[in-house]
Nanobody
Framework: VQLQASGGGLVQAGGSLRLSCAAS????????MGWFRQAPGKEREFVAS????????FYADSMKGRFTISRDNAKNTVYLQMNSLKPEDTSIYYC?????????????????WGQGTQVTVSS
C-alpha cells in the first residue's frame, strides 16, 4: 500500500478543510488508518484513527467534536474533516496505515506513511 495525502491549504480560523488520503493497492480495506500531524519544532502527534471496518474511531482530546475521520474502502480513501479550525491546528498532516491490530493512537504501530499535506490556519 502507498498513501497520497491531499486537501491541505490556507484557511482562516473558524473555517473548514477536508483532507483525503488515497491508497494504492488491493489490501487497503484490511488496514487501520490514522492521521497524525507535526508542527514546526514539535513532535508528531496523533490526530485520529479509524479501524479497517470503519466501526471504531479514536480522536485526540483537542480534536474531539471538531474533526471527523471516515473512510470509503470502495474508493481506497480515508478522510479527515476538520471544522472550527484554530491557528494551533497549523501543521503538516500525515496519513498512515497500520496492520498490527493494536492501539492505533501510537505512531509506532504504523508502518506505512504518506508524504504529508500542509494545513495553515490564519488568525
Amino acid at each position: 500500500v502507498q498513501l497520497q495525502a491531499s486537501g491541505g491549504g490556507l484557511v482562516q480560523a473558524g473555517g473548514s478543510l477536508r483532507l483525503s488520503c488515497a491508497a494504492s493497492g488491493r489490501t487497503f480495506g484490511s488496514y487501520d488508518m490514522g492521521w497524525f500531524r507535526q508542527a514546526p519544532g514539535k513532535e508528531r502527534e496523533f490526530v485520529a484513527s479509524i479501524s479497517w471496518s470503519g466501526g471504531t474511531t479514536f480522536y485526540a482530546d483537542s480534536m474531539k467534536g471538531r474533526f471527523t475521520i471516515s473512510r470509503d474502502n470502495a474508493k481506497n480513501t480515508v478522510y479527515l474533516q476538520m471544522n472550527s479550525l484554530k491557528p494551533e491546528d497549523t501543521s503538516i498532516y500525515y496519513c498512515a496505515a497500520s496492520s498490527t491490530g493494536r492501539d492505533t493512537r501510537f505512531e509506532y504501530e504504523y508502518a506505512i506513511w504518506g508524504q504529508g499535506t500542509q494545513v495553515t490556519v490564519s488568525s
